[in-house]
């Protein structure tokens, strides 16, 4: 069972002008930069939600992961911080460090994401 404080967030994806918006009831809250999936690995379409959370998950990830309930696609930090606002990466939302770690401290597991 998901925590009630996941229904207080939200999160939109606007993958053609990378941009990830935090939604706090209803009401925009934050917007960050993101980078997307390249053509031939898009990042998917459709309304998911926080399932996992992982603290300094290694490798390419960055310092945070939050993982969707698509399998295999996450939101989270990146080694490359060049990478963010360019349609590079292998489906995944890619955010700076900083401001997936802000992200991670405040969404609960169960948040909604709609990527469009």
Do not use: Q
Not at 22 to 47: C, D, E, Q, R, V
Not at 62 to 70: A, C, D, F, H
Not at 74 to 100: A, E, F, V, W
């Amino acid at each position: 069972m998901y925590s009630n404080r996941a229904s207080n967030y939200k999160i939109t994806i606007n993958t053609n002008n990378r941009i990830l918006t935090l939604f706090k009831n209803n009401k925009w809250f934050k917007s960050y930069s993101i980078a997307i999936g390249k053509p031939s690995t898009p990042t998917p379409k459709g309304t998911f939600t926080i399932i996992n959370k992982a603290y300094k998950p290694g490798g390419p990830f960055g310092e945070r992961w939050l993982g969707l309930s698509k399998p295999h696609y996450g939101i989270h930090g990146t080694n490359n911080p060049l990478s963010i606002g360019k349609s590079i990466s292998n489906g995944c939302i890619r955010m700076y460090n900083k401001d997936i770690i802000e992200l991670y401290n405040i969404i609960p597991i169960g948040t909604v994401v709609t990527i469009v």
